[in-house]
T-cell receptor, first 113, second 110 residues
Framework: DTGVSQDPRHKITKRGQNVTFRCDPI?????LYWYRQTLGQGPEFLTYFQNEAQLEKSRLLSDRFSAERPKGSFSTLEIQRTEQGDSAMYLC???????????FGSGTRLTVV | GQQLNQSPQSMFIQEGEDVSMNCTSS?????WLWYKQDPGEGPVLLIA?????ELTSNGRLTAQFGITRKDSFLNISASIPSDVGIYFC??????????FGTGTSLTVIP
């Protein structure tokens, strides 16, 4: 297993465009998390899934953001009508239920111009 | 979202010196985690703590879960150049999200 994989690693988009990121968790992990990290800050929680169910969403996750995990394996995070304030590193992590300590992917760095 | 208070914000030390950093929260947590992040990469888990007062080591790293459950400490002994990076604490409760600190940037001078 190669760990948590995120694609793409970098994305530059024009303001107003939609973007979609993908995360492939460690195969046996049933929990998947999305975090956002801006420069000089720690990661901030966005949402998490247990299998295909989205169990919690942060207030940071505006209605322009949507996340899915349709088959309980990979997940996608879509941002519609991107704004410059969306520029950040988007991190995905996975874990097993009952085990703490996520394994993070390398992240997708989004730049909105 | 909540961010934990982490100090110091940055440290510049000579190779071979010991390092101490800490993290405090206004909330009680039942789990504390310590991560290291290199530029352009995701955080990597160093140590996980599950019990108040617990002291856990991972090589030259030692972390403690504070008795009040509102703080945690990380020590690095005999620092080496590859210890350079940003260290984050994270506090949480089982099954829920983790809240991260603002990070301690460590520079090791050879």
């Amino acid at each position: 297993d190669t760990g948590v994989s995120q694609d793409p690693r970098h994305k530059i988009t024009k303001r107003g465009q939609n973007v979609t990121f993908r995360c492939d968790p460690i195969s046996e992990h049933n929990r998947l998390y999305w975090y956002r990290q801006t420069l000089g800050q720690g990661p901030e929680f966005l949402t998490y899934f247990q299998n295909e169910a989205q169990l919690e969403k942060s207030r940071l996750l505006s209605d322009r953001f949507s996340a899915e995990r349709p088959k309980g394996s990979f997940s996608t995070l879509e941002i519609q009508r991107t704004e410059q304030g969306d520029s950040a590193m988007y991190l995905c992590a996975s874990s097993l239920v009952g085990r703490n300590g996520y394994t993070f992917g390398s992240g997708t760095r989004l730049t909105v111009v | 979202g909540q961010q934990l208070n982490q100090s110091p914000q940055s440290m510049f030390i000579q190779e071979g010196e010991d390092v101490s950093m800490n993290c405090t929260s206004s909330s009680i947590f039942n789990t504390w985690l310590w991560y290291k992040q290199d530029p352009g990469e995701g955080p990597v888990l160093l140590i996980a703590l599950y019990k108040a007062g617990e002291l856990t080591s991972n090589g030259r790293l030692t972390a403690q879960f504070g008795i009040t459950r509102k703080d945690s400490f990380l020590n690095i002994s005999a620092s080496i150049p590859s210890d350079v990076g940003i260290y984050f604490c994270a506090g949480g409760n089982t099954g829920n999200q983790f809240y991260f600190g603002t990070g301690t940037s460590l520079t090791v001078i050879p």
